[in-house]
């Protein structure tokens, strides 16, 4: 098992990733927000689906969800429909317009990435993939299983005591 400072230097260095994310950022389209480019890549990913669950996939609320497809939809990246099993609700659905814009994001952070670490070996991308995959899948895709029990002194213990308003994931 790590250190604690292991664990301490590890959560600094996942903080500071958000200068990567923005840096990443900057290689989007303007008027494609990170935010944007990840709903439309769940849509690639996981197809057409209702605004609930592109929410519950994005970990946001109705009203972000609703600004966010709002966005892509008046610029054409996706289309809403009635659900024809609950007319209530919209179905999302990525346009060829949103499929392009998502090639042009892939090739844009692709060489934003290999420009950023070009003095980096093949290798060390690859186990850094690895390590990074293993982490979120270690984080069950940033759905917390297990709630650290917290104590005066401000620490937290490793609890096998699962959050009483969620289920393990």
């Known amino acids: 098992m790590a250190a604690q400072e292991q664990y301490e230097e590890l959560a600094r260095q996942l903080s500071a990733i958000g200068t990567v994310k923005r840096g990443l950022s900057r290689a989007l389209p303007q008027d494609c ?63 060829p317009s949103g499929e392009a814009l998502l090639q042009e994001v892939s090739v844009r952070y692709t060489d934003a990435l290999a420009t950023c670490l070009r003095d980096w070996s093949d290798d060390d991308v690859g186990h850094l993939i ?34 009483p308003t969620r289920t393990p994931a």
């Open 33 to 95: 927000s990170p935010a944007t480019a990840m709903l439309l890549n769940l849509l690639k990913q996981h197809g057409d689906m209702r605004m609930s669950r592109l929410g519950e996939l994005l970990g946001i609320d109705a009203s972000v969800t609703s600004r966010h497809v709002a966005h892509a939809a008046d610029r054409g990246w996706i289309t809403r429909r009635p659900d024809p099993l609950d007319k209530r609700s919209r179905q999302l659905s990525l346009t």
């Open 130 to 163: 690895g390590l990074m995959t293993r982490l979120r899948e270690s984080f069950g895709e940033c759905r917390p299983r297990l709630a650290p029990q917290y104590h005066p002194a401000g620490h937290a213990t490793g609890s096998t005591t699962a959050h």
